[in-house]
């Protein structure tokens, strides 16, 4: 049953993103959540994401704007080692609080409450009518960057400030997506060495079960990306849009309570 989950959300995810903008990490997060430790889902989310991205980039390197990838990205890279760094630090405390109904009894650690309350906030902004019209001037895409990064390593969320800044670059679509696959890569490529020095470093080893839910999510992402590039069209994700943001609502709850993780 979680091979199954995360291979089918992994496979849907992939496509979208490519060609929605959706984030993979968005959509993957949570069904990891369900199985992992948080701050360990946030690492084998990180790791698809990281493997997705490299063959979208294979596919789209020549379309990205690498004069924006530079100024973007580039400060993106020690704020994605920082925040990646803060959530091992977060995944190794203890419960913050706890509470039960008399027949158990859940609360959730720091690195979950924070996932979780980030999660809450990305899907709230989602959701609001203005959410798609943000735009930031061009002279803070280095801020940006950083703040994405930071945001990347720490939630593993950092498809919505990347578009936010991104959206007045002046990219046709084609560029924006293959600018924003670039980006992502440098995030990655930051973060997802730090999540496992900071993973060697304590009791969080990952099971053999925990090794198949991220090979099963790679190739599945992996065929989703494939499929997108060659077989569909930009597709309308009005619907699409709410019922992630309910799901984000719903997982994001459940790890700031210690329901889940």
Same mark, same amino acid.
């Not at 379309?63 to 920082?82: K, M, N, S, T």
């Not at 019209?133 to 950092?158: C, D, E, I, N, S």
């Not at 980006?183 to 060697?200: G, N």
């Given at each position: 049953?979680?091979? #199954? ?13 490519? %060609? ?12 990891? =959540? ?5 701050? $360990? ?13 490299? !063959? ?12 924006? $990838? ?26 913050? !609080?706890?509470?039960?109904? /008399? ?30 019209? $943000? ?10 960057? #950083? ?12 498809? #919505? ?8 670059? /002046? ?12 980006? =992502? ?22 099971? $053999? ?9 790679? %190739? ?24 992630? #943001? ?16």
């Amino acid at each position: 049953m979680d091979l #199954a989950l995360i291979g089918a959300v992994a496979f849907l995810a992939s496509g979208l993103t490519l %060609l929605s903008g959706f984030g993979l990490g968005t959509l993957l997060l949570p069904a990891f =959540a369900l199985f992992l430790p948080v701050h $360990v889902a946030v690492a084998a989310t990180g790791v698809v994401h990281l493997l997705n991205n490299l !063959f979208k980039g294979a596919l789209l390197w020549r379309q990205a704007d690498w004069r924006i $990838v530079l100024r973007f990205g580039l400060p993106a890279v020690p704020a994605a080692i920082l925040g990646a760094w803060l959530l091992g630090r977060l995944g190794d405390t203890g419960r913050l !609080f706890t509470w039960n109904d /008399g027949a158990w009894t859940a609360g959730p650690t720091a690195a979950g409450l924070t996932v979780g309350l980030v999660l809450i906030a990305l899907a709230l902004f989602e959701l609001h009518p203005a959410a798609q019209k $943000v735009r930031a001037p061009a002279r803070l895409m280095p801020l940006g960057g #950083a703040a994405m990064g930071f945001l990347g390593g720490l939630t593993g969320q950092q498809g #919505a400030l990347r578009s936010i800044f991104l959206l007045k670059s /002046g990219m046709n679509a084609a560029h924006f997506i293959a600018t924003g696959v670039m980006i =992502a890569i440098l995030v990655d490529l930051s973060r997802v060495p730090t999540y496992a020095v900071q993973l060697a470093g304590t009791a969080s080893v990952l099971a $053999v079960r925990d090794i198949w839910l991220i090979v099963t999510g790679t %190739l599945a992402a992996l065929a989703g990306a494939w499929l997108a590039t060659r077989h569909l069209k930009k597709v309308t994700i009005g619907a699409v849009r709410y019922s992630v #943001a309910a799901l984000m609502i719903a997982i994001g709850g459940g790890l700031a309570t210690g329901l889940i993780g």
